[in-house]
């Protein structure tokens, strides 16, 4: 269903705009609410798989993780955080949720060789996203920002390609149920 595909990847660039907007502001609410109503319709129009709500929360735990990590060694600080605080705020853990919720989509979309595709996408348009949230004020690169993207660029190499290797093995153990 392509027109399935293009609603949820317009759907989702509106959470992530939503998100960032949000935090430039100092609020984490509406992000957050903007991403569990993109979640809920998401899971609702699937008739909510099990291993897509798996994948959601694995997206989820992975980014509270890395974002977390990545403002403790200060190459980040997200705004909409209390200043010296290292977790990752709601609306970026928010915001992995809700990309979570778009991987099984990209990977069908992305055809054979799908996670190799990933890492490609993932190297260019991961630190790409934190350019463009850092440009709205959502967050700020610390330090010498090649240190930081080069880092980006890296989480994303490997966490994009994870989360559709992980959304394969699910699949694989779905018909065979």
């Given at each position: 269903?392509?027109y399935?595909?293009?609603?949820?990847?317009?759907?989702?660039?509106?959470?992530?705009?939503?998100?960032?907007?949000?935090?430039?502001?100092?609020?984490?609410?509406?992000?957050?609410a903007?991403?569990?109503?993109?979640?809920f319709?998401s899971?609702?129009?699937k008739?909510?798989?099990?291993?897509?709500?798996?994948?959601?929360?694995?997206?989820?735990?992975?980014?509270?993780?890395?974002?977390?990590?990545?403002?403790?060694?200060?190459?980040?600080?997200?705004?909409?955080?209390?200043?010296?605080?290292?977790?990752?705020?709601?609306?970026?853990?928010?915001?992995?949720l809700?990309?979570?919720?778009?991987?099984?989509q990209?990977?069908?979309?992305?055809?054979?060789?799908?996670?190799?595709?990933?890492?490609?996408?993932?190297?260019?348009?991961?630190?790409?996203?934190y350019?463009?949230?850092?440009?709205?004020?959502?967050?700020?690169?610390?330090?010498?920002s090649?240190?930081?993207?080069?880092?980006?660029?890296?989480v994303?190499?490997?966490?994009?390609?994870?989360?559709?290797a992980?959304?394969?093995?699910?699949?694989?153990?779905?018909?065979?149920?």
């Open positions: 269903m392509p399935l595909s293009l609603l949820t990847y317009l759907a989702f660039n509106g959470v992530w705009f939503v998100c960032a907007y949000g935090a430039a502001r100092g609020n984490n609410s509406v992000g957050v903007a991403a569990v109503l993109f979640i319709t899971l609702w129009a008739d909510w798989p099990s291993g897509e709500v798996k994948l959601i929360l694995a997206a989820g735990v992975a980014g509270a993780c890395i974002e977390s990590s990545l403002a403790a060694i200060g190459f980040v600080h997200f705004s909409a955080t209390p200043e010296g605080s290292t977790m990752a705020p709601p609306w970026i853990v928010a915001l992995w809700a990309f979570g919720a778009t991987v099984s990209t990977a069908e979309r992305l055809g054979s060789h799908a996670v190799c595709k990933a890492g490609v996408l993932g190297v260019i348009l991961g630190p790409l996203a350019a463009t949230g850092e440009k709205f004020g959502a967050l700020s690169i610390i330090g010498a090649w240190k930081a993207y080069a880092a980006l660029s890296i994303w190499l490997v966490v994009f390609p994870a989360l559709v992980f959304n394969a093995r699910l699949s694989l153990k779905q018909h065979k149920s």
